[in-house]
């Protein structure tokens, strides 16, 4: 089992603005991958985009023009 780390998580109104993050992210080498949503938080999508804390800058310049339903800090 992978310990358990502080990270931000993101979560999107659709399936598709989840896939677009992720295409964008992996285009530009923004670290991060897709998981499901935590049960502790609820989203439109089930899908939300997890990612380290000190790489939110990059995450933002990425996704530029994706509106995300909300930002967490958890620790997953």
């Known amino acids: 089992m992978r310990p358990k780390e502080l990270r931000y998580v993101i979560t ?14 992996k285009q530009q080498g923004v670290p991060g991958r897709l998981i499901p949503v935590p049960t502790r938080i609820t989203a439109s999508c089930g899908m ?11 995450f933002d310049a990425a996704t530029q023009g994706i509106s995300p339903e909300g930002c967490y800090e958890l620790l997953i």
Not at 12 to 25: G, I, P, S, Y
């Open 12 to 25: 999107f109104f659709t399936t598709a603005d989840a896939m677009a993050v992720e295409k964008r992210c």
């Open 48 to 58: 939300a985009w997890s990612l380290p804390l000190d790489a939110k800058a990059e």
